[in-house]
Structure formats: C-alpha cells, structure tokens
C-alpha cells in the first residue's frame, strides 16, 4: 500500500503522550500512512516533557491552556482550534487516547467535520457520571461518535456492544501504556535494593473528587504511615495548584515523606519498580503496577479498571484516612498478604498494543479502499 493515507494524532495531557508515543512510533514505521502530532497544551508542561522522553515533539501546539481554566472553557477552546487544525491538516482520521477535555474535544471536531475518529483506550466505564467527572461522561459521549473502538480488554469491548456500538468497529488490542511500561522496564532493568532498612511507598493523587476533605484524609494517612518510622514514602505532586498547595501545607517537613515534581517516565516506572507498595488514584498506575508486580491500593469509591481488584492485586480502599492506614499497614506487616497482591499480573495487555491498533488501522482503510 502506498503512503497515501494521513492519521493526525491528538495529545492533551502527560498519560496521553506516554499512552499514545506506541502508537505514533508503529505508525511511523508503517509505509503506508503519514502521522503527524497535535497537541493542545491542556497539561503543557508535563505534556512536553513525555513527548520528548519517546523522542517525540509536535508537530503543531495549539497551546490552549491558560491559568484557572475550567474544563467548560477549555473543552469549548480545544473543539475551536481543533476544528481549525483538522480543515487545515486534512487527516483521513484522527485518533487520540484517553478520557480527557482534550479527547473529547477531538472527538467533537471530528464529528462535526465529518472526519473518521478512532479512540485508544475505549469502553472505560465506572456507571457513575460523577466518578470520575468529567472523564465518565466524556467516555460515554466519545463512544457514540467514533468510528473505531481500541478497547484494553474484553470487559469495556462488553461495555462498548451494551451500549449500542458496531461490534465489527471494536478491536481488543491491549492497553498501548503497558507497551511504554514495559519497554522501559526493559531498558532500566532491575530495581537497587534499598540500603537504609525502609520500605519504600509511592504516592500519587490528583482527580478532581479528590479535592478538599478527601485529599486531607489521604495527606493524614500518609502522615500517620511515615510516623511508624520504618517506610520511606516519595509523592510526586501533580502540579494543579489545587494539589500542589494543598499537599505542600499539609506534608512539608514530615520526616520520611519526600515530596517531589511529577517524575518523567523512566523515574515513574524505577520509583514503581522499588515500591514495596504504591497508593493512587491513577488510572495508569492501576494499570502499571500489576504488570511489575507490585501491590496497589486504589484511592477511589469506583474504578474503570477492575480487572486488577478482580485479579487480587488491586484493592478499592477509597480515601478514608483509618481505612488506607489500616490496608498499607497489613501489607507492611503482614508477608502473606503482602506476597498474595505483589505477583505479576497482566490484565491490561502484554506489551503489543500498539502493533494490535496500526494492524486494525491498516485493514479499516483497506476496506474502505
């Protein structure tokens, strides 16, 4: 097949760099198609930074994100610029990853325009449209406009069909994250054991109905944890000010908490690797930490990703301050139930996502002749 075909990829935020440079690299090597990046901006500063950790840059930064920008602005500014990219790049289909303002938005100019849209990682549901907010709803809505579904696993391809979408448009291929996962795991190679006794915890929090009294009730947990005096706990901070100020006021200071600046991809995936336990309320390290056979306790009520609480090494342990304390605790001193949630596991892929997704890419256009 000749180079005929344009595929414009669309990138917001950090996780969607690092979810979609897979992607952009198998693409890119297809003789088939041209790729070219577009982003928006919506988390510039982390978002640069991971593009460039995969040997990417942008082809065209919209740069839309300004200070105190509510996701309404925002998503009403994203679907403007990007109905102007997309007429001005005049891709056969654009694809983007995720469940942000940002993917939503594509999906939106793409639908108004008239322009194929293909989404990776689809059929993410939790059923409740307040958790996580805005993600849920944008799920939802991008399902109902794109023309290709890359689902992670059989169970949102089930929640794609419930919903109404074309079972020949949805393709199970894996979650394109692992394959970044685990070809840096590859490169850095085993972990350094710790030499000062501790263990090591990892944090991170950022989601939106985290904010206020449920973030005070983790930075208290994570206080209480560093008084046993026996773990050494390391908390990117995500930089949303909301986050950011909060964590610093309340953590600052405390002895064996270490508060540090969002960690590229290689740091993540070592400060992974070395983690006898990770807390989050992410979604990727949901996804990462089985793979690396870590155990990890969700900071949520409700989870898109329930494979890994169905697989055992993953718990809901939501934000009530005894309760973390009382779950990490039990990992901590209790080598069983440690040993039974730290096996590696890989309910969200194997590492060949993205191959799985230019492969389904390949044979759409094909068809379509």
């Excluded at 669309?10 to 440079?21: L, Q, S």
């Amino acid at each position: 097949m000749h180079r005929s075909r344009r595929i414009l990829a669309v990138v917001g935020t950090r996780p969607e760099a690092i979810k979609m440079a897979p992607v952009v690299a198998a693409l890119r090597a297809a003789d088939w198609v041209t790729t070219r990046v577009v982003t928006t901006g919506q988390h510039r500063e982390l978002l640069m930074g991971a593009l460039a950790d995969f040997g990417l840059a942008a082809d065209v930064d919209l740069a839309l994100m300004q200070h105190g920008q509510g996701h309404e602005a925002f998503f009403a500014a994203a679907t403007a610029a990007l109905r102007v990219a997309l007429a001005a790049e005049r891709p056969d289909l654009a694809l983007a990853q995720g469940d942000t303002t940002t993917v939503a938005a594509a999906a939106r100019a793409c639908h108004e325009l008239g322009i194929a849209f293909g989404h990776v990682e689809a059929g993410l549901r939790t059923g409740d449209p307040t958790q996580p907010f805005p993600e849920e709803q944008n799920r939802v809505y991008i399902a109902t406009v794109a023309s290709l579904h890359f689902a992670p696993t059989a169970g949102a391809r089930v929640h794609l069909l419930r919903e109404g979408v074309d079972p020949a448009t949805v393709h199970v291929t894996g979650n394109t994250g692992i394959d970044a996962l685990l070809a840096t795991a590859a490169r850095l190679g085993p972990p350094a054991p710790r030499t000062d006794g501790r263990r090591a915890l990892l944090v991170t929090a950022h989601r939106r109905e985290s904010f206020g009294a449920p973030l005070a009730a983790i930075c208290a947990a994570v206080r209480a944890l560093a008084g046993r005096g026996d773990v050494a706990i390391t908390w990117p901070v995500h930089p949303n000010p909301q986050v950011r100020e909060f964590v610093q006021h309340e953590l600052a200071g405390v002895r064996g908490v270490r508060l540090v600046a969002p960690l590229d991809h290689a740091d993540m995936v070592a400060a992974m690797q070395q983690a006898h336990v990770i807390l989050t309320d992410s979604g990727g390290v949901q996804e990462e930490a089985p793979s690396l056979g870590v155990p990890v306790l969700v900071l949520r009520d409700v989870t898109e990703r329930p494979e890994g609480v169905a697989a055992g090494v993953a718990r809901l342990v939501g934000t009530d301050g005894s309760r973390i304390v009382a779950e990490t605790a039990r990992l901590l001193d209790d080598p069983a139930a440690h040993a039974a949630m730290a096996r590696v596991v890989s309910p969200y892929g194997d590492g060949g996502a993205a191959p799985r997704i230019v492969a389904a890419l390949q044979a759409w256009f094909a068809a379509r002749g």
